[in-house]
């Protein structure tokens, strides 16, 4: 079956530094949407890419899929305390559901 | 717009009573999902309906876990009997023809 593996899985930063997020699928991805949860809280939809190759920004963060469509990665420049959580990403291939990734924890050190 | 809603928020209950989880999806959305998150074993898909129907119920753990929508704007989790393994945080989530997933923001369950 399809596998979304995503590194690392905990992260901690300095307040200020960047940080990257990798997701690697198994097999070519027809979409990977990427998630947001906070402590405590619940997955929250981010974004989603569709185009090999495709590269999206949403302010500090940018978002790459890759050209084969197995790979994507999101990035967040000059990270900040509200950063914080959990970042999953979650491949889906064809019209198949959703398979999310393990997730990377991030912590934002002030 | 109301979210997905999910009942009840926290439940601590005792090793081998019944639990139901109950959930809203939001309205207008075809597929609603049911996933667990634990420290172990992350964001696991329990079972999906599609239009009231249950597609995939391979993540369902065992015959203690059932699921069921009787219509479109309600689904419960059930687990009889409940077992100190099964504390998890509990998600229902919908979508709009399988597409971006809303989260409901879960049932925290402690199995004591």
């Known amino acids: 079956g399809q596998q979304v593996m995503q590194i690392p899985q905990y992260q901690h930063v300095q307040e200020g530094e960047d940080f990257t997020t990798y997701c690697n699928s198994s097999t070519t991805l027809s979409n990977i949407q990427w998630y947001k949860q906070r402590p405590g809280g619940h997955p929250v939809f981010l974004i989603q890419l569709v185009k090999s190759g495709e590269v999206k920004k949403q302010k500090r963060l940018t978002f790459q899929f890759g050209e084969a469509k197995k790979n994507s990665s999101l990035h967040i420049t000059a990270t900040q305390t509200t950063d914080v959580g959990t970042y999953f990403c979650?491949?889906?291939?064809?019209?198949?559901?959703?398979?999310f990734g393990s997730g990377t924890q991030l912590t934002v050190l002030p | 717009d109301a979210g997905v809603i999910q009942s009840p928020r926290h439940e601590v209950t005792e090793m081998g009573q019944e639990v139901t989880l109950r959930c809203k999806p939001i309205s207008g959305h075809d597929y609603l999902f049911w996933y667990r998150q634990t420290m172990m074993r992350g964001l696991e898909l329990l079972i999906y309906f599609n239009n009231n129907v249950p597609i995939d119920d391979s993540g369902m753990p065992e015959d203690r876990f059932s699921a069921k929508m009787p219509n479109a704007s309600f689904s419960t989790l059930k687990i009889q009997p409940s077992e100190p393994r099964d504390s998890a945080v509990y998600f229902c989530?919908?979508?709009?023809?399988?597409?971006?997933?809303?989260f409901g923001e879960g049932s925290w369950l402690t199995v004591v």
């Open positions: 989530a919908s979508s709009f023809v399988g597409n971006t997933i809303y």
């Open positions: 979650a491949g889906q291939q064809s019209a198949r559901q959703l398979t």
